[in-house]
């Protein structure tokens, strides 16, 4: 079974004068929220072989946030400049051409990661179904699973194994 963890960047706060949307930090919630996803993912096992990141300040701060809890355990990290700004068919290109790992966790952008939650599952579990019909907020995480390697991702294929909001974690 291969996994494939969709991140959304945690809350952050509005463009101050003279900084741009790729540099808006995260707020004082969206560090605690990002802590306590991280947490809840280290003590369920859910853990990432490997990371691909966007460079947009909010998703590195909220990448650093969730590993800070993880402890030893620390996976590979790759930053990819296309994540801050690329739709969903483009998302599937990238995560297919990621080097070969059962856990991968992306973290990235709505509407991406909300269109993604619902193209490449054909089911799950209902709870999880449930949760994500009502949006993807801000540190969402959708975990996903699939029998193929994640170099064959293609819609309709997964199964949404979990689906986490900050505020039930």
Not at 16 to 42: K, N, Y
Not at 46 to 73: K, Q, Y
């Amino acid at each position: 079974m291969h996994r494939l963890f969709l991140l959304r960047h945690a809350k952050s706060g509005w463009a101050a004068p003279g900084m741009t949307d790729f540099e808006r930090p995260l707020t004082a919630s969206g560090i605690s929220d990002a802590e306590a996803l991280g947490r809840h993912m280290r003590d369920s096992g859910l853990l990432p072989d490997l990371v691909l990141c966007s460079t947009a300040r909010r998703a590195r701060e909220t990448l650093d946030r969730v590993l800070s809890v993880f402890g030893e355990m620390t996976p590979r990290i790759i930053h990819d400049e296309e994540l801050y700004n690329s739709d969903a068919a483009r998302y599937v290109e990238i995560i297919r051409q990621a080097p070969e790992n059962a856990a991968l966790l992306v973290v990235g952008h709505n509407p991406v990661m909300e269109d993604l939650a619902f193209a490449l599952p054909r089911g799950g579990n209902a709870d999880a179904m449930r949760l994500a019909s009502s949006g993807f907020p801000t540190c969402g995480l959708a975990v996903l699973g699939f029998e193929n390697p994640l170099s064959e991702l293609k819609p309709g294929t997964g199964s949404l194994e979990a689906f986490l909001r900050p505020e039930r974690v």
